[in-house]
């Protein structure tokens, strides 16, 4: 027997998503075909309006419905920091915490020679502009703490250093919640490093 | 910040999908933002046409593009056979192992009162007609092992009694490549019993 054509299709499309493979992909079909019309009508417009209705931020590359994210619209926001990050979701990792209240700046990846990716394909000419504005007072960057995002921390450091800048980035050490015993080397060595005095 | 309204409601419908949660849904959501405009509208018409160019086969509920199933119309098959199931995915399953020529009827479940499933929601009846015309001369219940697939063999069992059929079901016992050390009680006890003399 041959799995009908549509369902084969779905299949194909559905686990080339990240983290669905084929077997997934045929639950997920299997699920959808028998959901009502209206739920599948509803996620299949949800889909499409991604790509309709969301634009990137033209300042700082957010996720956006309008020119400029609700971030950088944001009267309250401090605009003399820009926080760093890799992709969008970060913003909203970023923002969940409550702790940050400047403007933000997307890269869209990191420096990485094995996948093709240059300076070139960041936007990291973008960041320099909004620098060489001068309202800026502090550049935090939050980009992840493997090789990858530390290589273009201090790619960007290099390049910000000119404008004699306050340039940061996220502090690296324990966990909160976390156990010392289970904790890995580099993050315990980092943590005596980093140590902070009490006061 | 407010998670932009579009992104939102993906992720809410994409989070609707079995073994999908807000994060998976999040990050699914942010794939598709990235994606081209081609991939996303692919998708898009795969899970369209799932509902618009699939139905389920008249005779055996099986998934379908014609009012027949692929199985039902191929003149090789056994029609002397039917394999009951509970979802049309156990026939993708079945047919994969080239072990079975017979015929197919999809159940759409299992009984089960905690569930409000009950005989009339399952096509149930239809099987019993089936088996009426009199070509059928053995039913394969293959539901799952487990309690409500058990008690739905045993139902269908009692209702086609009086056809004088051969009524059969799958074999329970020790999954090939499986080590006894590992097997649970409830397996390696029905292995026992079930136990084939060598010839």
Redesign the interface.
Known sequence: ???????Q??I???S????IGKK?A????????KSD?E??????N??????T??QFCKNCFN???DDL???CE?PKRDRSMICVVE???D??SI?KTNEYRGLYHVLGGVLSPLSGKSADNLNINELVKRVEKGSIKEIIIATNPDTEGETTSLYIFKLLKPFNLKVTRLARGLPIGGDLEFADDATIGRAVLGRIELL
């Open positions: 027997m041959q799995i009908a054509e549509p369902l299709l779905a194909d499309e559905l080339k998503l990240p983290s997934s045929l639950r997920l079909a299997l699920h959808l075909l019309k739920n599948v009508d509803n996620l299949v949800a889909i499409s309006d991604l790509k209705k969301i996720i956006s419905v994210c609700s971030v944001n992709e969008a979701s913003i909203i923002e």
